[in-house]
C-alpha cells in the first residue's frame, strides 16, 4: 500500500513517518478531513497549507488551513 506524508506548510511542520492509503484520492481525501480540523477554532494564515506528497515526494495535493 503506497505511503503518503502530510506536511504543514507555513509552519515547518513535517510528516516523518507518513500514513498507507490504498490510492492518492484516499489520501486526499483524508488531508481534506484534517484540514477541516484543523481550521475550526483558528485564524490560519492564508499562506498555510496541508501539503500532501507521495512515496516519491511530489506533492499530489495542497489544501489552504485558512477559512
Avoid: C, W
Amino acid at each position: 500500500m503506497p505511503r503518503y506524508y502530510f506536511h504543514l506548510r507555513g509552519s515547518g511542520a513535517n510528516d516523518q513517518d507518513g500514513q498507507d492509503f490504498p490510492d492518492d484520492a484516499a489520501a486526499i481525501a483524508e488531508a481534506k478531513a484534517v484540514a477541516g480540523e484543523l481550521r475550526q477554532g483558528r485564524n490560519g494564515s492564508s499562506h498555510e497549507h496541508l501539503l500532501v506528497t507521495n512515496e516519491k515526494g511530489e506533492t499530489i495535493h495542497e489544501e489552504p488551513l485558512a477559512s
